[in-house]
């Protein structure tokens, strides 16, 4: 394993460190002017410059190599040392990052938020953090600041509510993400103590340190599912998924759950550390995690056609279609593992877009209550068909990034797990097509029903799609067109990267 770690830093300048502090300068700036005129632009500046220093890493980097480039080193205390390296899946997932984060800038001056200038520096914060574990090698700063966005992300959540139950949503949103992050730092800790126990050198918890570094056998089932655990609440996959239909609903609409739900940290750090560190372990519970996945696919599908809410049916949707993604990582194949990556994205961005469909909505009639809506399509037309172009990603259709992503995921599957295992992961893909296709049909085109005079008289008053709402979604659109039809450069991004770690397990 070691033989594939090799260091390049063919710039002149610390591109990696200057990715993670402009959006922490940016949030810092945007505190000390508070709410003045000049604070919303100067953060959506930040948020497009940031873009740009990405776009300057994915141009720079030579993606056709495995290796970790662009090293950073910094020594602190210890088993805290700042090593940072970025391969084509950290370039993948800090794209998607920014790209997010840009749309948040325009996304949350449509909604008309309270407090915008306040707004944009937590959220270029939380960019600066999840940056931060995107680049970095050392588990226990991955850890560490893992910590950090849980904590800005819940007070966005708080902060910007739009349900009438919050404070259960943030009661149960620490419940959850608290008892992750205490089984990520628990397996952490163990891991630096079998470095230490096994090699002699004192605790390490840098992936080259670990990887290289076999865990003690008694170990290896421990530590994986301390690691597994803490990134499956995270993701979140069936049956950690307690928190998230919660504060779907009663939270903020769209923002935190773009940064809960459209970046999947819990995936990237499957991917990054979890594999990586202990195989053998990941090799033996396949089986086990694998018919959790399944039984995750139908279970939250067959759970998403009962919602009557909007908010909770996206919550479910998420939870069904992470399965899918479990299924391609946990196949161990290096097709699969590729899809799962792509699959990681694909539904950032179509999750991403539908919960700004689902916002902008809200902002008309005050409402996320499938049997108070209907007919918006007359009034917002062009709101419906991101909506359901962000649908049809979700489900893989030709012509979205999903359809190549779930293909690989699906081939693999059928490699490594046979033909069981794959018609069911896309039975549930079908399942879940239905109630997508079922809650676009009722909210746009169907006629609102039974409803008060009041009621009827305000959606046959929506007010129709502002320029800035055909700027977010026109954007969101033609991303998930554009990567769907030209799929070539992102399969090149992770190739590498997802062989080399396939070949951990004999594939």
């Keep these: 394993m070691t033989e594939i770690y090799w260091w390049s830093h063919p710039l002149q300048f610390p591109l990696l460190g200057l990715i993670q502090l402009l959006p922490l300068l940016g949030a810092w700036l945007l505190l000390w002017l508070r709410d003045r005129p000049l604070a919303v632009p100067l953060g959506r500046l930040f948020a497009l410059a940031e873009l740009g220093l990405i776009a300057l890493l994915y141009d720079q ?53 309270a407090d915008p200038g306040r707004l944009l520096a937590v959220v270029l914060a939380i960019e600066g953090v999840l940056a931060s574990m995107l680049v970095s090698l050392n588990l226990l700063w ?29 009661t149960r949103y620490y419940q959850f993400q ?82 809960l739900l459209g970046i999947k940290v819990g995936v990237y750090g499957l991917l990054r550390f979890v594999l990586p560190i202990v195989p053998e372990a990941a090799g033996q519970w396949q089986p086990v995690v694998v018919a959790f996945a399944v039984a995750g696919v139908f279970y939250a599908a067959l759970i998403a056609f009962q ?35 792509l699959l990681a994205i694909n539904f950032g961005l179509a999750t ?4 700004f ?70 039975l549930g893909n079908v399942v879940a097509a239905g109630f997508l296709l079922w809650a676009f049909q009722r909210a746009f085109l169907s006629p609102p029903g039974e409803l008060p ?6 959606l046959r008053e929506v007010e129709p799609t502002s320029r800035m709402e055909y700027l977010v979604a026109g954007v969101v659109v033609a991303v998930m067109l554009a990567t769907g039809f030209y799929m070539t450069p992102w399969l090149d991004l992770v190739a590498a990267s997802m062989d080399t770690l396939g070949m951990r397990f004999g594939h």
């Design 142 to 170: 991955f850890v560490l600041a893992s910590a950090i966005e849980v904590g800005l992300i819940g007070y966005l959540l708080w902060r910007w509510a739009s349900g009438a139950e919050k404070y259960l949503a943030m």
């Design 453 to 458: 005079a009041g009621r009827l008289q305000a």
């Design 357 to 426: 469909m689902i916002g902008f909505v809200y902002r008309r009639t005050h409402t996320s209550d499938l049997t108070a809506l209907g007919g918006l399509f007359d009034r917002i037309p062009f709101i419906g068909i991101a909506f359901l172009v962000g649908g049809f990603a979700i489900v893989g259709m030709p012509g979205t990034p999903g359809f190549d992503a779930a293909h690989l995921v699906l081939e693999g599957a059928i490699t490594r797990l046979g033909a069981l295992v794959t018609v069911a992961a896309a």
């Design 61 to 113: 980097i030579d993606a056709r190599s495995p290796a970790f480039q662009f090293a950073e080193y910094g020594e602190l205390l210890g088993p805290f040392d700042y090593h940072a390296g970025a391969d084509g899946l950290t370039v993948l997932f800090l794209l998607i990052a920014a790209l997010i984060t840009l749309l948040i800038s325009l996304y949350g001056l449509v909604r008309g938020l």
């Design 178 to 259: 608290v008892t992750g992050l205490l089984l990520l730092l628990a397996g952490t800790l163990v891991l630096g103590w079998s470095h230490g126990y096994t090699t002699g050198r004192g605790f390490s918890f840098d992936l080259l340190d670990l990887a290289a570094n076999p865990v003690v056998e008694q170990l290896r089932t421990l530590v994986f599912f301390l690691l597994f655990y803490g990134m499956a609440i995270r993701t979140p996959l069936f049956p950690m998924h307690g928190w998230l239909p919660v504060v779907a609903q009663h939270g903020n609409i769209a923002i935190a759950p773009s940064l």
């Design 352 to 355: 991403t877009t539908m919960l």
């Design 307 to 341: 919602q009557t809410n909007l908010r909770r049916m996206m919550a479910f949707a998420v939870i069904s279609h992470s399965s899918l993604i479990a299924i391609g990582i946990f196949s161990l194949d290096h097709a699969a593992l590729q899809g799962a990556a």
